[in-house]
């Protein structure tokens, strides 16, 4: 059975050959994901497995670079790098600062 990112032999669309600028956080995540590699925290099948593993719905709502902060999180949660509420108080931290940044 086909998985649901599996496009292959599908019609899709014309592929958008330009190049675009990046925003400053998806430089961060490749920037990231280039670190975890080197460190051996995490691998390029571990990243791909997890993107692949993203529900249906999820998969078409995210960016590509979504998907990859996504895959980047369940990695290092898988590996015990990072637990769940370790990941959740730092978000939490951080969209506080967000709302709140302070003087």
């Known amino acids: 059975m086909r998985s ?6 599908k019609p899709a669309g014309p592929v958008q050959r330009s190049e ?7 430089k961060r ?25 993203l529900g249906a719905d999820a998969y078409d709502r995210l960016s590509y670079c979504d998907r990859w902060i996504q895959s980047i999180a369940q990695s290092l949660i898988q590996r015990g790098v990072i637990s769940v509420d370790e990941l959740g108080r730092k978000m939490a931290e951080i969209e506080q600062r967000a709302r709140d940044p302070g003087p």
Not at 4 to 9: A, K, L, V
Not at 30 to 52: I, P, S
């Open 29 to 53: 995540v490749d920037a990231l994901l280039v670190l975890l590699t080197r460190k051996q925290r995490m691998n390029v099948d571990e990243l791909r497995r997890n993107v692949e593993s």
């Open 4 to 9: 649901h990112h599996d496009m292959g032999g």
């Open 20 to 26: 675009h600028d990046y925003a400053f956080w998806e």
